[in-house]
């Protein structure tokens, strides 16, 4: 990650500290465009949306997640949490699959439709 990516990632948890929700989002989303491979720039900005209930941004930034991070449990159990909020039970409930398999060593793309 560069260092500057990883300073927005700073900034950002300070922000999220502090409680300020919405500056912490703004330093995370500019470490994704910094660092766009970063998996933990992508996670944390995801999260920031959910719970600023930005719901439309958080979906995409958590799909992100899970392509930088195919096989990572709490990538799908993100996804999950977003889109079941978003009231797409279907499929945050297939995304709650994956994250088991994922937890078990397995691999998740063998589970609906990747």
């Keep these: 990650m560069s260092v500057v990516a990883m300073a927005k990632m700073e900034e950002g948890h300070l922000a999220l500290a502090s409680g300020v929700m919405l ?3 703004e330093h995370y989303r500019s470490a994704t465009q910094l660092d766009p491979c970063n998996a933990e720039a992508w996670q ?3 999260m920031a949306l ?3 209930e930005n719901l439309s941004e958080a979906i995409p930034a958590l ?3 899970v392509r930088l991070s195919p096989k990572d449990q ?3 159990t993100s996804l ?3 889109l079941g909020r978003a009231g797409k039970i279907k499929e945050a409930e297939e995304m709650a699959a994956k994250a ?3 937890a078990w060593g397995g691999d998740p793309s063998k589970i ?3």
């Design 44 to 46: 944390t900005l995801g």
């Design 50 to 52: 959910v719970k600023l």
């Design 74 to 76: 709490l990538a799908y």
């Design 112 to 114: 609906g439709k990747g």
């Design 63 to 65: 799909e992100q997640l």
């Design 23 to 25: 500056t912490a989002a």
């Design 80 to 82: 999950s949490l977003a």
């Design 100 to 102: 088991k398999v994922a």
